[in-house]
């Protein structure tokens, strides 16, 4: 009897938010006052899974990659350890700093700036993924555009990462991945081979269209039409199974039938929004929750806007992020937008 599959595997950034509010955003050679900190975790996978952690997540949950021996790498060791999340695969690398990054916010508004330091994620290689007797059922890889070693060719001429997500796909896995907004450049070379290896692909309307070649904001407003076009150009280009589109006012989704899908973001009441940062993490953990829970598309997609919404009412990515029921009762009770 074959044991059904369970669980989500996440890798490739990890790294501590050190996020500060501040009076007022300085000239240069200025100074500003920090009025707030606080401290969270940060980068694709380790936010995907404390989100799907706080989500109430009834499956396995297992991190991959590398923290350094330092404050920041033993604080994610002490966080995962709480949130019931498996480091076996998450390591401390000797001599080498634990990724961090500096979200400065000015507290009037919920725009955020990032300082980021790469640290030990910069070393992370295929060599890091050990798939051999994984019984999970999906794997996730996170950010692409800025693993340095993981973007970088690799056998064939490739990205290193389309070789972990065969290899995770070969090993009975569903893949999922999830890039950043970078300067242009790299999406052609680290993100479009990578494709035709990722089941479901997260992207934002700036990631789709740099990807896709098309732009979705002409003129500023979401051009639904060109959205539509980049989510099935997308699966045109190689994604297996869904090609998912994120954006402020909410998101669209094409799946490889071409069943195509519009999801509304959550409405928020003025001056409620206490930080946008790691709202696109907290969507797609909304959405794989769904996907290991074999749920339809639209359903995934309604978590998904849903715990994206409960997510914005604190300033660091995961603090904010409810159980499953009570993210859709929330997400009920505002309603959603259009």
Known sequence: MTMARSGIIAGGNWIRDHVKTLDAWPEQDGLANIVARADGNGGGPYNVLKDLARLGAPFPLLGVGLVGDDADGRAIMADCRLSGIDTSQLRMVPGAGTSYTDVMAVRSTPRRTFFHERGANARL?????????????????????????????????????????????AAGLVTAADCVSAAPGGFE????????SVDFLFVNDYEAGQVTGAGLRPSGDLDRGAAEKAARSLVAMGVRAWAVVHFPEGAC??????????????????????????????????????????????????????????????????????????????????????
């Not at 070379?189 to 035709?196: K, N, T």
């Not at 039938?257 to 946008?276: D, F, K």
């Open 125 to 169: 290689g295929p060599e890091h993924f050990d798939f051999r007797g994984q019984q999970a059922r999906v794997f996730y890889l996170g950010y692409l555009l800025l693993l340095d070693r993981m973007d970088a060719p690799g056998a064939g001429g490739a990205p290193a990462s389309a070789e972990v997500l065969g290899r995770a796909r």
């Open 189 to 196: 070379s680290a993100v479009r081979p990578v494709l035709p």
């Open 253 to 338: 989704a094409c799946s490889a039938s071409g069943e195509l899908l519009w999801q509304p973001a959550v409405r928020m009441a003025e001056g409620s929004i206490a930080s946008t940062v790691g709202a696109g993490d907290a969507f797609a953990s909304g959405v794989l929750f769904g996907v290991h829970e074999d749920w339809p598309m639209a359903r995934s997609l309604e978590l998904g806007a849903c715990a994206a919404a409960v997510s914005l009412l604190h300033p660091t990515c995961s603090g904010g992020v409810l159980p499953s029921e009570e993210c859709l009762v929330f997400g009920h009770r505002q309603g959603f937008c259009g």
